[in-house]
Each structure stands twice: as structure tokens, then as C-alpha cells.
């Protein structure tokens, strides 16, 4: 077995035997096919063992399908990780056929557009490029939209931040109906690891005051202003060290899995699971649960996995 079999069948072993298994509440889920009563409604939902669209399908459905979320004549939004000039296969940006396919979803529930956007770190054009994500956007009839102008971000407040009072916001974010944030997990070098909460820091203009300014608290009070309508999480390719770009596919384990949640909070504790780690051991997220931002309390939720 060569070097990368071995990487990869290690935490393989490791992570989808334990870890999948480990943020769900015994008792609490449902069997496939099993439908959730309407008192009773599904919190999250993690799917594993399939294409990112197939499991896109499934976990949608539970939530009643994409119709519950867009409506027709609605200007949708989503914002996945195209930060870094890196192809798909190394894992540090979103999965291009997962934001195509959604883009082709919302459409077809009556979305008058469907924009897609980052603030990236390295160069944006090749981020855009490498990433395939801007041609998978314009096959699906999305919109990709620029990020890398302070023309494009405008001031607001954030209520209630305790390190983090105002911030420029993209006006995409300020003018959309419905907000879907599609990150991807991965290692991340500043916060141990990157999904939801920290995604959004691709939608502000100024987030250098961020990581000067104790990073996971400004995470945190930013999750409160905008709340994704939608959070999916792309935890098809994770990238599990050297992150967030990566330094070569050896870096990176296939775990064929993906949680939707309209809780951002829960989304990032799922995550956290997922990459063999206690949610407490993020700090954002222990800060944001504790914030009322969500729950991470994942054995009170409604939890449904799906097997493909």
C-alpha cells in the first residue's frame, strides 16, 4: 500500500466508522425513508456515501425540497469557499458540481437569478478559474459575480458583537431574498478547522480586523447579523492537513458526506464531529452556541441520516 492509500484508509477507517456515527442521537433518528412528522420537524440532515448531487437530493427533500426555501420571482445568493487557486481535487475550495447543481435547483424552483460569489485570498481571477467553480456557474445559468473591489461591500452594524460592532458586507448579501452558504470542510491553520461560520468571512470586505481581533469571537458575532436561509456542507473531499489550500492531494481524505441545516451553529458542529473533533474544541462555535447564534447541542436536534 502506497503512502496516499495509506493516509487515506487510515482516517477513512477512523473518521466515517466513529465520527459520523458520533453526532447522532441514538433513539432520535430516522430510519431511510422514514417521514418526519410536521410537529416534529428534521433539524439536520447528513448524508453520506454518495455524488454531491445525489446526496444534495436526499438531504433537500427532507426538508421538504428546494420549494421550501426559494420561491418563484426570489433573487438567490450562494457563497461557496472559491478562496484559493487550487483545483478541485486538493480540496480547499467547494465542490463545482455541488454549487452547479444547486444553482440548477433554485432555478428550477422559479429563482429570478442565482448569484455566486467570494471575497478570495489569493488572486481572484485564477481562484474563480482554478477552482472550476465560474464555468460550472455559468453551465448551471448562475451568475458569478466579483468580490475583489471595496466598491462592492457597505457598511452595517452588527448588533450585539462583542468584538465585532460593524463590518462591510458584500451587497449581494444586502439585497438577496435568500442566502444559501455552501463551504466546504477542511484544516484551517488560524481556527483548527474552516465550514460555516468561518465561510462568511468571504462576504465582508474587512477581515483582517478580524484575525487581529480575536478571530473566533468576530466569527461568532458575525454569524448573528446574516443567517444563511440554508447551510450545506461539502464534506465530500476534506482536506484534513496543511490547510486552507493545501499542498497535495495527499492531503486529502474522500469521505463522501454532506449536512444541511438551516442552523448554522448545528452545521458547524456536525462538522466538527465529522473531522474527529468535540465541537467545544472550535471556539467559535462554543461561543456562538453560547451566544443563542444556534445549537451545537446535536443529541437534543432531529437528526436524519441517510445512507446512499
Known amino acids: ?100 447543481h444547486i444553482i440548477k435547483q433554485c432555478l428550477d424552483a422559479g429563482a429570478k437569478g442565482v448569484y455566486v460569489f467570494d471575497h478570495t485570498c489569493d488572486d481572484p481571477r485564477r481562484c474563480y478559474k482554478t477552482s472550476g467553480i465560474e464555468a460550472a456557474v455559468k453551465d448551471a445559468g448562475g451568475v458569478i459575480a466579483p468580490g475583489h473591489s471595496e466598491s462592492y461591500y457597505h457598511d452595517v452594524s452588527v448588533a450585539g458583537g462583542k468584538s465585532l460592532q460593524k463590518a462591510k458586507v458584500h451587497e449581494l448579501i444586502l439585497e438577496s431574498d435568500v442566502f444559501i452558504n455552501v463551504p466546504i470542510l477542511k484544516n484551517h491553520s488560524s481556527t483548527k478547522i474552516t465550514m460555516g461560520m468561518k465561510n462568511l468571512m468571504g462576504v465582508v470586505w474587512d477581515r483582517q480586523y478580524w484575525h487581529a481581533n480575536d478571530v473566533h469571537q468576530c466569527i461568532a458575532d458575525f454569524a448573528a447579523y446574516r443567517k444563511p436561509d440554508l447551510n450545506v456542507l461539502d464534506a465530500y473531499l476534506v482536506l484534513k492537513r496543511n490547510g486552507p489550500r493545501g499542498v497535495s492531494v495527499d492531503d486529502v481524505v474522500t469521505m463522501k458526506t454532506q449536512v444541511l441545516s438551516r442552523d448554522l451553529v448545528a452545521t458547524d458542529a456536525a462538522g466538527a464531529k465529522l473531522f474527529g473533533l468535540n465541537p467545544d474544541d472550535v471556539r467559535h462555535i462554543k461561543i456562538a452556541a453560547d451566544q443563542k447564534v444556534g445549537r451545537k447541542d446535536l443529541d437534543k436536534l432531529n437528526i436524519k441520516r441517510i445512507s446512499l
Open 1 to 100: 500500500m502506497n503512502r496516499r492509500s495509506f493516509f487515506k484508509h487510515s482516517f477513512n477507517a477512523s473518521l466515517l466508522a466513529g465520527s459520523y456515527a458520533a453526532f447522532s442521537a441514538p433513539g432520535r433518528l430516522l430510519a431511510l425513508g422514514e417521514t418526519l412528522q410536521e410537529s416534529n420537524p428534521v433539524d439536520l440532515v447528513a448524508v453520506k456515501g454518495g455524488e454531491v448531487e445525489a446526496m444534495f437530493d436526499k438531504g433537500i427533500a427532507a426538508f421538504g425540497g428546494i420549494r421550501a426555501f426559494v420561491k418563484k420571482g426570489e433573487k438567490v445568493v450562494i457563497k461557496p469557499n472559491i478562496g484559493w487557486d487550487v483545483p478541485p481535487e486538493r480540496g480547499g475550495n467547494t465542490s463545482p458540481k455541488l454549487v452547479a
